[in-house]
């Protein structure tokens, strides 16, 4: 099917401006006339699918960390989850399929991508990772998703989020490197509607010297704290724990399966740079000890659904309060 005429210039503009930048960006010699004639060569003989590629994301070069933990937990993952745990929590939200979704801390695109796959409505992503977030964006580019996908980078420590603007929300980890979980307890209940509902998932535990190792490849400095201190920050929001479930055996099991892929990556010949084993060696290590004190019971991994209470009746003014006489 031929394209239209205003599309097919407007797709051939866009791709020589990709072609001029792509160039600047590796240092080239930017030839309007070949790239002109490869593009308009491209566009004439090719069908609609081929030609959509002109305009195609370029493949990301993912940073040797990046490398290596997506190659340990799959492809665009930061940690050990998969697509079928991710597609159920809008269920587990009860959110609706026009509701916007507050989503924090995914890393990658994974979580992100199967989310989105089972909820078609506006997602807005909430990141706090320097290291990820160009990353992330252009991951939710290439996947199409920029339309109904947002992408924040944010301070957990002083992010102030919107007043009652989002129908769930879903925290995995923020917990656990919040240096003030208070403020981000507050900041859930705040942006939270009405009624609406937050999934948090958390490490939990007390204070050891072997956390540090234990977390040693994070972005950031582990904040764990025990499992009461944090009912306890919830319900000094005035947030409702409607279910507290230990995780720490399917955390377990999930990282057993990445260390299973780890195997088959350390096979490939010539398929790692030194720099990305380098970082696969130290995530692994880190996550030794992490499973080590998993088992041990030293620590814990929590999901706890929680819900802001829907707002109480107004009280009656004293024109429409009932007559006593």
């Known amino acids: 099917m031929a394209l239209p005429l205003k599309a097919l210039f407007d797709k051939r503009q866009m791709a020589l401006t990709r072609a001029r930048l792509r160039a600047w960006w590796e240092g080239d010699e930017f030839d309007p006339a070949a790239a002109e004639a490869e593009i308009e060569a491209r566009l004439v003989a090719a069908n609609d699918d081929v030609a959509d590629e002109l305009f195609d994301e370029p493949e990301i070069e993912l940073p040797p960390r990046l490398a290596a933990l997506s190659r340990l937990w799959g492809e665009g993952r930061l940690r050990p989850s998969d697509d079928t ?51 992330l964006r252009a991951q939710v580019r290439k996947a199409k998703l920029g339309d109904r996908v947002t992408i924040s980078l944010v301070d957990l420590e002083a992010h102030v989020w919107p007043q009652a603007a989002y129908d769930g929300l879903l925290s995995v980890d923020d917990f656990a490197y919040a240096g003030y979980p208070p403020h981000l307890a507050q900041q859930v209940f705040k942006c939270l509607k009405p ?17 540090a190792t234990a977390f040693a490849s994070s972005f950031a400095e582990p904040q764990i704290r025990a499992h009461g201190d944090l009912l306890g920050f919830f319900a000094d929001t005035g947030l409702v724990l409607e279910a507290d479930e230990d995780l720490t055996e399917e955390m377990l099991d999930r990282a057993k399966q990445g ?53 109480e009746a107004a009280k009656p003014t004293p024109e429409s309060a009932p007559n006593p006489a």
């Not at 260390?259 to 084993?277: I, P, Q």
């Open 85 to 135: 745990a991710d597609a159920l929590e809008p269920a587990r939200l009860g959110l609706a399929p026009e509701g916007a979704l507050a989503m924090l801390s995914p890393g990658l695109v994974g979580p992100v991508s199967a989310i989105a796959a089972v909820h078609p409505g506006k997602i807005d992503v909430f990141e706090w990772r320097d290291e990820t977030v160009e990353t």
């Open 259 to 311: 260390f299973v892929r780890l195997e088959g990556v350390l096979k490939e010949v010539g398929g790692l740079d030194a720099s990305t084993a380098r970082e696969l060696v130290w995530e692994a290590e880190a996550w030794r000890m992490r499973m080590k004190l998993m088992s041990q019971g030293k620590l814990e991994r929590r999901r706890f659904i929680l819900r802001r209470p829907a707002e």
């Open 195 to 211: 009624g609406a509902c937050a999934v948090a998932e958390a490490y939990v535990g007390l204070p050891t010297a072997e956390l």
